[in-house]
């Protein structure tokens, strides 16, 4: 495919990131696909290279969070956004999830995509273990796409601009359109941004596209000075959305540019209006702001913690009721990270990093407890870190389990037919099906809450359940939403705990962030193990409250996703009886004593909380 922009360009391309990047980074990817649609007329009218409106974590968030179609999403925006190239950001061989995929679900995605709208696929991969994109890459030249490819720019005693250059090297001579130095933590200083940019332009010929964040205050300064070095292409936020974990401020970079060569002559009218906009749009989303651990941070340099980690770091930690120890999971970031070879953080090895520094954190002894995909990380099935990791953690881990050295791509067998017949009438297109096999459980939540008419296409009160007609008592809606002072706000019942001095704890999920609310009921009903609703008896749970060593509990609210064990096994100290989803990351349960299986509380889907015991061993 041939080059969009001549070696010899002065004139700068923008890429507006509002869409995507910005929200992902200050707003925990939140942003509903009704407050992007009135603006995007005005958007479109901008003359932008491209625009970010997809891909990384709004695919997950639709479907999870906001109970959009993340399909839908790009049709919508397809049909105004009619005269710029839409833009996304594809994980390779992790499309848009956490873990590796087969080949044929990466290749279906990228048909669909480009089917549905999209054009500029900015493609990388976390370990920049380029096996790992080969398939996306391949796909995208196939279906008609552009091809960004993209390498991730850290620091670290192993990483220096000849290494750069030589991947910008391996990339052309994949069929690049566009190289993207990704700096997802806005670590590149002003003259080493220089200094990058004017040996790629030397080493090659495809233009080079700079992404960078605020996070350390430098983006501003670093993307003049790429630009002044020759980048073809950069990326801004509407200053209303920009800044902080978010990329250099679009009518900032414009003034500076203006009367200049690089000047891409863009109506700073047109952009005052979008901006305008997105000031009084940003309000509606003030609770995912995350306490202020979106704005500038200088020790950025030391925790190399990118923008959208950030931010749903600090969510992570709300719904744990941790926010006030987001220093020390900051501080233990580096050290997972060294631990496991220096990766780049960056989306999923940024969530693996974090999530278990998380854990290191809130359990007091690290790695206590691992999530699976820490598991999969270190026996090579993300790809091989830049660097060896820490022998004695992944000893620790691992025990004697091989690790992988092929491509791990080479390994997954084929998961659309399986993906299709899970998803079975559930799935109303190709598109459904390739949903399910990106995100099994949360498509299947997604799609039983369609069929009921429960969004996407706008938040609707579930009716509450009729009254039995023997009389008896009937169930409250578990998710509601509560209107004060004008105000709508989405309220789910997550769970409750144990009575302790007549106060029960009840979790309630407030926009998707977790508060635990102490209150003393004045009656409350349980299923019977017949499944109907009846009275409890001294407002005993379902399941018995953790209070012996043998009673295995979760670390953390969640769901469950895999009971390991039966009743009747026997069990050794730190095993695996079960697996449960949270912080969007698989976690495994170990039990804390060896013993035999006498109780199980619990079975797949069933939330579960953190005072319960969910299985028993003695």
């Known amino acids: 495919m041939a080059n969009t922009k001549k070696k010899t360009d002065t004139k700068v391309g923008i890429m507006d990131t509002t869409f995507r990047d910005a929200h992902q980074s200050l707003l925990a990817t939140r942003m509903?696909?009704?407050?992007?649609?009135?603006?995007?007329?005005?958007?479109?009218?901008?003359?932008?290279?491209?625009?970010?409106?997809?891909?990384?974590?709004?695919f997950d968030t639709c479907l999870r969070f906001l109970r959009e179609d993340p399909w839908e999403r790009l049709r919508q925006l397809k049909k105004v956004l009619k005269k710029t190239p839409l833009q996304m950001l594809l994980r390779g061989q992790n499309v848009v999830g956490y873990r590796h995929y087969a080949d044929d679900v990466v290749e279906r995605f990228v048909a669909k995509s480009v089917e549905n709208g999209m054009n500029v696929f900015r493609i990388f991969d976390a370990l920049n273990d380029f096996r790992n994109i080969k398939t996306s890459i391949k796909a995208v030249i196939k279906y008609g796409g552009k091809v960004e490819a993209a390498f991730c720019y850290t620091l670290g005693h192993i990483y220096n601009n000849a290494m750069f250059v030589d991947m910008a090297k391996k990339l052309e001579d994949m069929g690049a359109d566009t190289i993207c130095i990704k700096d997802m933590a806005g670590l590149l200083a002003p003259n080493d941004a220089f200094e990058l940019v004017t040996a790629l332009k030397k080493a090659v010929s495809t233009p080079i596209h700079l992404h960078t964040h605020d996070t350390s205050a430098m983006s501003v300064a670093t993307t003049l000075k790429a630009v002044e070095a020759g980048v073809n292409i950069i990326d801004v936020a509407l200053s209303s959305m920009s800044g902080g974990t978010s990329q250099p401020p679009f009518e900032t970079m414009l003034h500076?540019?203006?009367?200049?060569?690089?000047d891409p002559g863009i109506d700073l009218t047109l952009v005052g209006k979008a901006n305008d906009y997105f000031k009084e749009a940003r309000k509606k989303y003030l609770t995912f702001e995350c306490g202020g651990f979106s704005g500038i941070d200088p020790k950025a340099i030391i925790y190399q913690v990118p923008g959208g980690m950030i931010s749903n770091l600090a969510t992570q930690l709300k719904e744990q009721n941790a926010l006030d120890r987001m220093e020390e999971v900051m501080a233990e970031v580096p050290k997972v990270r060294e631990d496991f070879g220096f990766p780049p953080l960056v989306t999923p090895s940024s969530?693996?990093?974090?999530?278990?520094?998380t854990?290191?954190?809130?359990?007091?002894?690290?790695?206590?407890?691992?999530?699976?995909?820490?598991?999969?990380?270190l026996k090579g099935l993300y790809g091989k870190p830049p660097a060896p990791v820490n022998e004695d953690v992944r000893k620790k881990i691992l025990g004697d389990e091989p690790v992988v050295e092929e491509r791990p791509g080479d390994l997954i067998e084929p998961e659309l037919e399986k993906a299709r017949e899970m998803a079975g009438d559930k799935a109303r297109s190709e598109e459904d099906v390739i949903s399910c096999a990106l995100f099994p459980k949360i498509f299947m939540e997604f799609a039983e809450l369609r069929d009921k008419g429960f969004p996407p296409e706008a938040p609707k009160i579930p009716a509450a359940a009729s009254v039995p007609s023997d009389g008896g008592p009937h169930l409250a809606p578990s998710e509601f939403m509560v209107n004060v002072h004008g105000e709508s706000y989405h309220i789910k019942v997550g769970g409750k705990g144990h009575k302790s001095e007549g106060k029960r704890p009840y979790f309630l999920y407030v926009e998707n962030q977790l508060v635990e609310v102490l209150v003393e009921p004045l009656m409350e009903v349980v299923p019977s193990e017949e499944g109907k609703i009846s009275p409890s008896v001294g407002g005993r749970s379902r399941r018995p409250k953790a209070a012996e060593p043998g009673?295995?509990?979760?670390?953390?609210?969640?769901?469950?996703?895999?009971?390991?064990?039966?009743?009747?096994?026997?069990?050794?100290?730190?095993?695996?009886?079960?697996?449960?989803?949270?912080?969007?990351?698989?976690n495994e349960v170990h039990t804390p004593v060896a013993g035999e299986v006498t109780e199980i509380h619990v079975k797949e889907g069933d939330s579960v909380n953190p005072d319960e015991a969910l299985v028993i061993v003695r």
């Open 32 to 58: 509903r696909t009704e407050d992007l649609l009135p603006i995007a007329e005005t958007m479109d009218d901008l003359g932008l290279w491209s625009i970010e409106v997809w891909g990384g974590a709004t």
């Open 359 to 377: 854990l290191n954190v809130l359990t007091g002894e690290r790695y206590k407890v691992v999530t699976s995909e820490v598991k999969n990380y």
């Open 256 to 262: 500076i540019l203006r009367g200049t060569p690089y």
């Open 551 to 586: 009673d295995v509990k979760a670390p953390m609210p969640g769901t469950v996703i895999k009971v390991k064990v039966k009743v009747g096994d026997t069990v050794k100290a730190g095993d695996t009886v079960l697996i449960i989803e949270a912080m969007k990351m698989e």
């Open 351 to 357: 969530q693996i990093v974090g999530t278990q520094a």
